[in-house]
């Protein structure tokens, strides 16, 4: 919550939700306003706007309207903060900040100037492209994801950044040449002819984080299942049994799990809330280490996260930012068949209800039906001819007509059709 001071008070109170403005008290219809989408659209959830602008840089980003400097929190020497404030509060000018970003660090005043005229230069232009455009429409695209990725992530402990298209090489090699000189050696255009996702094993990594199974190196796994609310974590030991004793064998396991969890929360880009459900420790100084271990891995997450120590029932929550959709909602599409949910009805569900219909709609059997047929899948129809033969025979009797049953090979499970062939005409 917000602290707020009442004139005449002296003492903070805090802000609730009725302290606050109605948007409707701020904004007019047909009110003209630029706003920014902070925050991607995800799921059902729209996307996050709002009217502080801040453009990312390499070095910085520049806050337009708001008269601050800030300094990473993840720079945590002293003298490198006090020293790359002083020049982020060189370089800001009346009604503008910027905030020092993480790579900054050990950055000299030359590559935080050019970054700041950089981004001062792109404000122009958005300004200009506002005043001449007619709303609602687009003033400003975010960087593609080729420019975005060395903004971002090119850093000192990269050895090698392989592009394989020639354009793109020479635009990764222009943004270098300003900002990153040091680095412009690392840069290379691959132009074998072996795709270079399969080459460099990006495509094997990319199948293994699609999957919910993630093996650790002892021999236990982890489970991860995302849900609308949340994505869940099970670690499991699995074969791994070695160790003095039980204790020893699940503490192992668990030290592995809290590393990897991390690792591919980031590589599947996975935000919001999570919970980890790790093997039960008995002893308080295990749980102590597994803490320390997730903590320590997530130090090094760019990502914005926080954590809730092991619960005595062994579970572990965490947030972790989220600006845009995962991986797997970006790379994969919801099954037709199950609509996403993983499961389909079984055979036996199927057969009842095909048994159920065939009742509601047999009448008292009066002779006026001279066949019944089913059509359904191949698996219900073997179901329903292997499990279901004598109550088939039985509905035959009453109606005094045949039950025939056709195994449709286009049929999904869940599809079925009974028909009628009633003496002169067809019902279904």
Sequence with gaps: PETTLRPGANRPRFATRSDRPRIETLLQTGQEILVQASKDSIGTKGARLTTQIALPGRFLVYMPFSDHVGVSRRITDEAERERLRDLADQLK???????????????????????????????????????????????????????????????????RFLLDDAGDYERVLDFAQRFLPN?????????????????????????????????????????????????????????????????????????????????QLRLRDIGGIIVVDFIDMGEEEHRAQVNEAVAEAMAADPARASMIPLSEFGLLQMTRRRVREDLARNLLADCAHCAGTGRTKSQETVGYEILREIRRNAGAGDGSVRELVVRCSSDVARWLIEVEQGTLDAYSAILGSSVRVVSESGFLRDRFAVSFQVRGRERA
Aim: aromatic letters at 4%; hydrophobic letters at 40%; one cysteine or more.
């Design 93 to 159: 000018g009346p009604g503008e900040g910027f905030i020092v970003r993480t790579v900054c660090e050990g950055v000299s005043s030359d590559l935080l100037a050019a970054d700041a005229t950089s981004l001062r230069q792109l404000w122009t232009e958005i300004k200009a492209n506002r005043d001449s455009a007619r709303p609602p429409a687009l003033v400003h695209s975010e960087a593609d994801v080729v420019l975005r990725t060395v903004r971002d992530v090119f850093s000192e402990d990269i050895g």
């Design 183 to 263: 680095m412009v050696d690392r840069i290379e255009l691959y132009e074998d002819a072996a795709p270079i996702f399969e080459v460099t094993g990006v495509e094997r990594r990319i199948g293994r984080a699609l999957g919910s199974k993630v093996r650790l190196p002892s021999g236990g796994y982890l489970v991860i299942e995302g849900t609308e609310a949340l994505t869940s974590v099970d670690v499991n030991s699995g074969r791994h049994t070695s160790g003095k004793d039980l204790e020893d064998t699940i503490l192992t396991v668990n030290l592995e799990a809290a590393k990897v969890v991390v690792e």
